[in-house]
């Protein structure tokens, strides 16, 4: 899936009216599921979500706003973003003040609609350019929110690509905003060209994708998943992807997992501009998977920070903020950090007294003394100081300087070799994990 097609799928999505619940994330998740084999998750409201509950489910199907005369001020049908998340219905003739105390709009920005959300208190409201607000001058409107708010289903994707192990990595992405194609339609693109890339390759970690609302919809993940969070190894959130901004990676709250350290490594071995933040607790739905209850190392991969750029949450947050190279390297950065956690693994030396001869196996120069050796080269002799089965790929590349890629070619070339094999690093021993049987 290139950047051409990760941008087709961000404008097909972009019209979709979602929210925590309801239609809108079903049409959205049944979408991502003709490109990839997605389980469409349907939890009911009022279901235990840890200290949460699943919320009642929320449909809206028209809203605008009318000059007692009839003439139209907002429509719904003209942009998502007008009708406040979760708002309730409505039908009545108020007067100006009154409807003004239901709107909302950004003078600093006079031209965008902001998007507003009322998903824990019943009320309503709508969101207009501030410009078109201060016209409003009539005595009185008629307003009209055609929605329900009713028990339902919080509805979630799920796709795991299984792996030889029992281990996994999360691949996470909130599926609940509205129009706004940077802060969630780009990660929901980059996800489904992962998991496209992913998933007829094999691999030691299963991979799990989770398209969900956020927070309530990882709180929920969580309280279902329970029993198999020991299993999750590392991960991801992904959002902000597809504008102009560097790429951007918030460490785990322990800010030292492997999974901070595959993604620096990826990032400085490509040369990318790169910003790292610690860990805070503000943001998506890393702040749940890395609570103290479960501590799982989920990192966040974004470009502009959410709430740092101008047009966040806003109608500027468009198809023109975002394109498909950007969206395109996000991709391939996920899928190499992916890639590395999958291939960090111990070793330990079949040969260990001493160096191996290497020479007459035809895997070393066959003249000596001339200088360094290549990197391919020094990286097996790296390996074959390092093979006492508790130093991994990425420890080794890390110590010695040389990149991931060419220390896991030089672990391929000398397992071939029956120099050196798979490790536990618990024991020290050779193991080679046979396939699961999910």
Request: glycine content about 8%.
């Amino acid at each position: 899936m290139n950047g051409s097609e990760m941008m087709a799928l961000v404008r097909d999505l972009y019209p979709l009216c979602r929210s925590l619940t309801g239609d809108g994330v079903r049409e959205t998740l049944k979408r991502i599921q003709r490109l990839i084999p997605l389980e469409i998750r349907e939890v009911p409201s009022g279901s235990p979500a840890l200290d949460w509950t699943v919320p009642l489910e929320w449909n809206v199907r028209e809203a605008w706003i009318r000059t007692t005369t009839g003439q139209t001020i907002v429509d719904l049908k003209d942009s998502t973003l007008h009708v406040v998340g979760y708002s309730t219905p409505i039908h009545a003739t108020i007067t100006r003040t009154n409807l003004d105390s239901h709107l909302h709009s950004l003078p600093e920005d006079p031209d965008w609609i902001p998007w507003r959300t009322s998903y824990y208190s019943e009320s309503w409201g709508f969101c207009m350019p501030h410009r078109l607000r201060q016209t409003l001058t009539d005595a009185e409107y008629e307003v009209f929110i055609d929605s329900t708010l009713a028990p339902g289903h919080l509805s979630y994707g799920e796709l795991l690509l299984p792996g030889t192990t029992e281990q996994e990595l999360l691949v996470s992405v909130h599926v609940c905003h509205p129009s706004l194609a940077n802060d969630n339609l780009s990660g929901i693109a980059v996800a489904t060209a992962v998991a496209m890339l992913h998933r007829d390759q094999p691999r030691q970690l299963g991979i799990r994708f989770l398209f969900i609302p956020g927070t309530i919809g990882s709180l929920t993940w969580l309280e279902l998943n329970r029993p198999n969070l020991i299993l999750i190894v590392g991960g991801l959130t992904l959002t902000c992807l597809g504008d102009a901004a560097n790429l951007t990676y918030k460490r785990t709250f322990d800010g030292r997992c492997a999974i901070d350290r595959a993604a620096l490594h990826v990032l400085e071995a490509e040369g990318k501009s790169h910003e790292l933040l610690d860990f805070y607790p503000y943001g998506y739905d890393e702040r749940q998977y890395n609570s103290p209850g479960f501590r799982l190392p989920i990192g966040s991969l974004m470009r502009s920070r959410h709430g740092r750029f101008r047009e966040y949450h806003t109608s500027a947050d468009d198809l023109s903020l975002v394109s498909g190279d950007q969206l395109e390297e996000a991709a391939h950065v996920v899928s190499s950090i992916l890639s590395l956690m999958d291939r960090d693994r111990c070793y330990v030396s079949l040969a260990p007294e001493g160096e191996p001869q290497l020479g007459r196996r035809g895997i070393y120069r066959a003249v000596g003394g001339g200088g360094d050796p290549e990197a391919l080269q020094y990286a097996m002799l790296w390996l074959l100081q390092a093979g006492d089965g508790r130093h991994t790929l990425l420890d080794v590349a890390e110590r010695s300087g040389i990149a991931f890629s060419v220390m896991a070619e030089a672990a391929d070339i000398l397992e071939t070799h029956a120099l050196i094999a798979w490790s536990d690093p618990d024991e020290g021993t050779a193991l080679r994990p046979s396939r699961s049987s999910r």
